[in-house]
Nanobody
Framework: QVQLVESGGGLVQAGGSLRLSCAASEGTFSRYSMGWFRQAPGKERESVAAITWSGGRTYYADSVKGRFTISRDSRDNAKNTIYLQMNSLKPEDTAVYYC?????????????WGQGTQVTVSS
């Protein structure tokens, strides 16, 4: 069973930075693409960024390109951790961010989900 645990959310001022982490259960990296979705109150869930299991390909939503960077811990596959570095944060980035694994081919859905971590950007 795939388990995903997020950390790193919090409150930050506009223009600031945060780094989210997602620790996955053993073996997840070698099998599945992983990444992040977000959902703001009253809005639909949005696919934010994703990375293939090999790390060779990434996806970013237009709204975060140039500001967010997704990466995986390449030192040891057993760590099974991915990161989302978020820079130049805007109030509209405020949302619950969910780690996900096993994406569909369009990067718009995933099979496995974490519990979510709140990111709040104040103006």
């Amino acid at each position: 069973q795939v388990q995903l645990v997020e950390s790193g959310g919090g409150l930050v001022q506009a223009g600031g930075s945060l780094r989210l982490s997602c620790a996955a259960s053993e073996g997840t990296f070698s099998r599945y693409s992983m990444g992040w979705f977000r959902q703001a109150p009253g809005k639909e869930r949005e696919s934010v960024a994703a990375i293939t299991w090999s790390g060779g390909r990434t996806y970013y939503a237009d709204s975060v390109k140039g500001r967010f960077t997704i990466s995986r811990d390449s030192r040891d596959n057993a760590k099974n951790t991915i990161y989302l570095q978020m820079n130049s944060l805007k109030p509209e980035d405020t949302a619950v961010y969910y780690c996900a694994a096993n994406y569909d081919s369009s990067w718009s859905g995933a099979r496995y989900w974490g519990q979510g971590t709140q990111v709040t950007v104040s103006s």
